[in-house]
Every structure is written in C-alpha cells, then in structure tokens.
C-alpha cells in the first residue's frame, strides 16, 4: 500500500451548484496525493446531481437541514436526525476533515466527528475548532482558495481545471431533443440563460430577447433557452418578442439532460448563476455577464470563458436592493443597465467565428 493507504478522509462542501462542482479540482488533486485513502464528501442532495460520475471519492454523504438560502428536502430538520448524521460521521473514524464551508456550523460539525485533523478557513471566529486554519481571501477565486487548503496541509497541487462527467444515454437524450426540434447534427446552437436565484442581479430579460433575436437572425444559429420551473411564466414574453421563437428548455429538463444539451451548444450566454459554473466545467464557451457580484471569486473558472463586468465605485455591493443605490429605470442596478445589447452581440459574434 502506499503511503495514504488507510486514510479516512471527510469533505465538507455542500449547499449550491455552483459551490459543487468547484470543488472538483481540490477532490481531484486530494485523490492524486492519496490515491488509496477513502474519500467521503459531504453535499447537498439536490445539488449533488451535477457531480453524478466523479471518480475521486468513494462515497457522497447527504446533509439536508432547512435553509432558506436553498432547495431543501428538510431530511435533517429535526435535532434528533442532526444528532443521527453526526454520530453517522463520528462512526466513520476520520483522520481528518476538510472544511471548505466557511460557516460555524460546519466546523462544529467537522468537530464533532472526532477527526484528530481539522482543515479550514479561519472565518466566523472558529479557528479554535481547527487544527489547521487557513487564511480566505476575498480577493482571489474560490476554486484557488479551496487549493490553498490543500497547499496548507502540505497537499502539493498540479492543476485547476474543471470537470464534469455525462453518461452515454444523457448525450443520446441531447441528440434526440435537438433532433426532434429539427436541429441538424451540426447546425449551431446557442445557449441562453436569463435567469438568475436573485432576479436584481441579472440582465434585463428584454435584453436577452433582443440578443436571442439577433443571433437568430444576423447569426444563423438555433437559440434554446434554459431555466428552472419557476421561469416557466417568461415563456410567453420571449415569446412575444421575437419573430421567430427560440427552442425552451424551461422547467422541462432534469439538471444532468440540462447538461447534456448544454454539452451540444456552441456556447452559452448567461447571468452569474450555477449554469455557468456547469458550462464552465463541461468545457462549453461562455459569456457571463456581471453587475453587483465581482467574478474575482465566482466568476466562471475556464480557459474558454469569457465575462463583461462593469465595476461602479459601489461595486461589489452587499446587494441590498436598492438601499445603496437607485434602481434604473427598469428597476435593476445601473451597473448591469450598462451593460448594452451590441456590446454582448458583438461578443457572440466573435464566439461563432
């Protein structure tokens, strides 16, 4: 055996997508130092979906609490069933833990389990339940933050990139959505997202019905857009606005057939959102566009991926909308509203050449 042989090793990382599937480069390059530890990573249920296939742990743990910050099944709503996680963790007998979470909480947790060794950023005052506590700094990304937990605990790292995995019948459910749109195997097709968790952050949808139509028309590319369920009431809008309707994929696609389309699209034009961390990790170009969030820390991570960001003397903001600043006149911040149509159109424009 080598040396990682018998290690038991826990990660803490759940919640969002877009924190999910970042944290592939550090269980990536953890796997590589110990390639015959167990490797268990804590996620959250619904979020984990995106991470379906990854070689570099042996086990996903679910936690659930109700949050109000996500989707929630509230499996762990009660304290006798946080309790039973806990001890279900403790009986695992790691030898050491890996905080990436920056909350109290999940150091509590991370203590609880027992684990002699402890990993983590020194945030919210608990650096006495670590062992090993890591300096977060905000002006740098999160997947480069989360591989200085590695390098703090003497990980040596040897890359960054991004990754995600697709089955043989998830690329086959691609073909034959598109196929039976009457899009040809090779014809382009361009990916939309206008949506955002917080609508204030994004675009203005007008915006993106403006920028469909155009790529439809001036480009010769098919557009499809993406969204969750709760989009489905935009439909009719962009509908509405445009000659010739695009294809939806609106609350009508599971998240792992979202990526599969998505792997099919020539790029992707989007708000910040956990779309384009999963455009971003399949290796599909993209243009993000941001407003009152910096892409310093959650921007997309690719060599292909491309932002448009104005920064305010306000920017970033604490996004409390609009007690810092006057709305525009379609009531979004004024530094997504300068963001224009030919600016991004002519940025897809170069993204199809």
Known sequence: MKNGAGKRILVLRYRFIGDT????????????AEPDARIVWVVAPGSSEVIQGIPYVDELVYWDPVTAHADSRGTHRTWSAKLAFIRQLRAERFDKVYVLKRSLSSAIMAFLTGAPRRIGFNTEGR?????????YRH????????????????????DDHMEAWLTGEERRFADRFLADAGIAPDAPVVAIHPFAANPQRAWHLDNFIELAE???????ARVIVF???????????????????????????????TMAILSRCSFLVCNDSGIMHLAAALGIPLLALFGPQSPVKFGPWGKDCEVIYRAFPCSPCRQKFFTECEPSERQSPRCVEAIGVDEVFGRCRQLMR
């Open 21 to 32: 599937i970042l944290t592939v480069p550090f269980l990536r390059n953890l796997r590589y």
């Open 139 to 158: 002006d740098r990304h999160e997947v480069l933050n989360f591989l200085d937990v590695l390098r703090a605990d003497g990980v040596p790292v040897m």
């Open 227 to 257: 969204g969750g369920e709760r989009d489905r009431e935009a439909i009719g809008r962009i509908v509405a606005g445009m000659a010739n309707p695009p294809l939806f994929a609106i609350g009508a696609t599971s998240i792992r057939q």
């Open 214 to 220: 155009r790529i439809q028309t001036e480009l010769g």
């Open 127 to 135: 650096g006495l339940l670590l062992t090993t506590r890591v300096p």
